[in-house]
């Protein structure tokens, strides 16, 4: 059973920084896509950034526009760890966050596919 697991998310000052972190168990980590996606509140689900692996040693990432140049997404493969590092933050950077997972996703796609496996998410508030 596939299963997410995000924490590191909390409150910072615009202009600050912030980490989250996904626990990933229950899944073949290689040749697989994992992402980070946000919502805020009265707002649509977005995608925020990518990590593709193709193998054991070749990773592939993406970003949103909107956060392209103060984020930074990595993965740990033998740890079964990804990570969002939030630079600069804004207040419009305000949303749940959450991990995501689906071994049917490509990373040509890994901004707008549909994902199956969801974590339960991690609030991050800039003020």
């Known amino acids: 059973q596939v299963q997410l697991v995000e924490s590191g998310g909390g409150s910072a000052r615009a202009g600050g920084s912030l980490t989250l972190s996904c626990v990933v168990s229950g899944y073949d980590y290689f040749n697989r896509c994992l992402a980070w996606f946000r919502q805020a509140p009265g707002k649509e689900r977005e995608a925020v950034a990518f990590?593709?692996?193709?193998?054991?040693?070749?990773?592939?990432?993406g970003y949103a526009e909107s956060v392209k140049g103060r984020f930074l997404i990595s993965q740990d493969a033998t740890k079964n760890l990804l990570h969002l590092q939030m630079n600069a933050l804004k207040a419009d950077d305000t949303a749940m966050y959450y991990c995501?997972?689906?071994?049917?996703?490509?990373?040509?796609?890994?901004?707008?596919?549909?994902?199956?496996?969801w974590g339960q998410g991690t609030q991050v508030t800039v003020s």
């Open positions: 995501a997972t689906d071994p049917r996703v490509q990373r040509n796609q890994a901004l707008s596919s549909e994902y199956q496996y």
């Open positions: 990590s593709c692996t193709e193998g054991p040693r070749r990773y592939y990432y």
